[in-house]
């Protein structure tokens, strides 16, 4: 039978390939030995924490880098890419990073702010045409959260909206329609209809798409040649499946069509692209000193009470551990990002997976590994406890949030609707302020005030 695209190869020819193949494999195994890092202990921590996480099936696979003055002190992934096919979490493997995408849509702005093209001032409806009844909204506004539009994905129509591909306009129209929250500047609330719009804002005064003015500004000049804006049809090399957990198994994540995450959260990027990056920003290649400050400077609201979000990015104490950072959430990926300053210390960790033992949770325990984590100072109670007892009730993130206090001797008792267990607060810090964590819960004569850093909420005592 004759043989198609196929001859017969001549003994000399074998012996010449085996030879080739054998030199190598040699220099392969070479490689990947000066590649591998150390064994320390902080690697054993790390294979053991997320190994743990692969075996109990809360997670599929992640890829974590830790890197620390110059030293790159952890450059692992583990798991699977594909646990269909068994197929590891490959080198340089990309992910869909969520709200990471946040911080480089803010840094496009501030790279137009810094070139004269817009200001943060600016009311948004000067480049979007968007009915806001009357009330002015800063670009400023829209970055830090503050704005008081209602936020698409807590939308109960988006959930349709979210798997099907329409002009972009069709959800500025949605949110048009919507109530606002807040009034511009009054609170603090989560938004990702801000974000969306500062992606229509970018494409208005550049005349790119927000991809092509992200890899013209950002990707090609770094070398970011695995951070791309996500796509549901594209073959990507590299890229990860993602998943979700679910009842002590893992399926196949929902769908979503990226015309919606967009310039809020639909890139994909690697740990490495992701360090460079971040290394790139937070040692002024990316922006001048003055605007890098802005970005990562958190703002206030119109009475004067400071925040711990700045622009696409937290920044607050954490455990006496200034960190700058932020994490991201997206159908069947969870990521976590974070730069200690005043350590030097850069941390990411990517998870195809959403569930329980997410990105922020590796990242966590990483943290505490390297970093002291200082309690906060408590303070005598001055108050009188029982004076803050009843309900609390305001618009948070997606609903209206009710809490009940009620006093004990040495601290006080929070109940929020909707969970099973209550909080007790023993840690007051003073001037009717107390700590949960890294959660500030501050109290005034008919208010209840909760910082959750990504969140400002003004609950009205009922």
């Not at 496009?108 to 968007?130: C, H, N, P, Q, W």
């Not at 988006?158 to 606002?180: A, M």
């Not at 210390?345 to 959403?354: A, S």
Request: hydrophobic letters at 35%.
């Amino acid at each position: 039978m004759r043989q198609l695209f196929c001859k017969p190869i001549k003994p000399y020819l074998m012996k010449k390939i085996y030879s080739i193949v054998i030199a190598a494999a040699i220099l392969i195994s070479s490689c990947t030995a000066d590649k591998k890092e150390p064994v320390t202990s902080l690697v054993q921590f790390a294979d053991s924490l997320f190994q743990s996480g692969v075996d109990s099936s809360y997670i599929a696979g992640a890829s974590v880098i830790v890197y620390m003055d110059g030293e790159m002190l952890l450059d692992r992934s583990y798991g699977y890419a594909s646990l269909e096919l068994s197929v590891p979490i490959p080198d340089n493997a990309s992910f869909e990073i969520g709200s990471v995408t946040k911080q480089l849509t803010s840094a496009a702005i501030l790279r137009l702010v810094e070139a004269g093209e817009l200001s943060l001032e600016d009311d948004f409806t000067k480049y979007l045409d968007f009915d806001s009844r009357g009330r002015v909204i800063t670009i400023n506004n829209l970055l830090n959260h503050t704005s008081g539009i209602a936020s698409y994905t807590e939308l109960p129509e988006f959930r349709e909206l979210s798997v099907h591909r329409h002009e972009r306009d069709s959800l500025v129209r949605l949110v048009e329609q919507k109530d606002f929250f807040f009034e511009p500047g009054e609170a603090m609330i989560y938004n990702n209809s801000g974000y969306f719009f500062l992606g229509l804002i970018i494409e208005e005064v550049t005349g790119m798409s927000y991809e092509e003015y992200l890899r013209e500004q950002f990707f090609e000049p770094l070398g970011m040649n695995n951070t791309y804006y996500s796509s549901n049809s594209e073959v990507i090399p590299g890229k990860v499946y993602g998943y979700a957990y679910s009842s002590n198994r893992l399926l196949q994540r929902s769908y979503l069509d990226h015309t919606w995450p967009y310039a809020a959260g639909s890139l994909a990027s690697s740990t490495k692209d992701l360090l460079t990056w971040m290394k790139a920003l937070h040692e002024g290649a990316l922006l001048s000193d003055s605007y890098y400050r802005l970005m990562i400077t958190p703002g206030e609201l119109k009475d004067g009470s400071a925040l711990r979000y700045a622009m696409g990015l937290i920044n607050y104490s954490d455990f006496s551990n200034r960190v700058i950072g932020h994490g991201g959430g997206i159908n069947g990926f969870l990521s976590d990002t974070r730069y200690y300053p005043d350590n030097n210390l850069y941390i990411i960790c990517l998870v195809n997976t959403t569930g329980p033992m997410g990105a922020s949770y590796f990242a966590e325990e990483l943290t505490w590994k390297i970093l002291e984590r200082k309690e906060h100072e408590k303070s005598d109670i001055d108050i009188n406890l029982e004076s803050l007892e009843g309900r609390y009730s305001g618009q948070a993130r997606g609903r209206v949030l009710s809490v009940d206090v009620s006093a004990l001797s040495d601290g006080i008792v929070i109940s929020m609707a909707g969970r099973e267990t209550a909080d007790t607060l023993r840690t007051y810090t003073g001037d009717n302020t107390w700590m949960h964590g890294n959660q500030i819960i501050r109290f005034t004569e008919d208010e209840c005030r909760i910082d959750d850093i990504s969140g400002y909420f003004i609950l009205k005592k009922q």
